[in-house]
Nanobody, 124 residues
Framework: QVQLVESGGGLVQAGGSLRLSCAAS????????TAWFRQAPGKEREFVAA????????YYADSVRGRFTCSRDHAKNTVYLQINRLKPEDTAVYYC?????????????????WGKGTLVTVSS
């Protein structure tokens, strides 16, 4: 079992930055690719970023590439999402998730574990 807890959300002005954290418990977490999704009001949950279990590879949605950076700290069992140059359209609840082994990291249906999310609100 893996439990995921996100933190770091908040209210920020457009152009600002935030760093979201996803703290995990469960001894197998370090072997999982970890993904970030977001869900804006009235919209479907969408893929944002993912990082391989080793941390050597990261993947991003086109809409966030160049502004979002995903990293992980195995010693802390934590994955981070650095968000720069925030835009009002980035307003959403951000979730971290761990996929079932072998499943595509960008498909929310393939996730085995989800956190409860952290709200990011960007004012214009």
């Amino acid at each position: 079992q893996v439990q995921l807890v996100e933190s770091g959300g908040g209210l920020v002005q457009a152009g600002g930055s935030l760093r979201l954290s996803c703290a995990a418990s469960g001894r197998t977490f370090s072997s999982y690719t970890t993904a970030w999704f977001r869900q804006a009001p009235g919209k479907e949950r969408e893929f944002v970023a993912a990082i391989s279990w080793s941390g050597s590879s990261a993947y991003y949605a086109d809409s966030v590439r160049g502004r979002f950076t995903c990293s992980r700290d195995h010693a802390k069992n934590t994955v981070y999402l650095q968000i720069n140059r925030l835009k009002p359209e980035d307003t959403a609840v951000y979730y971290c998730a761990a996929p079932h082994p072998g499943r595509y990291y960008a498909d929310p249906a393939g996730m085995d574990y989800w956190g409860k999310g952290t709200l990011v609100t960007v004012s214009s």
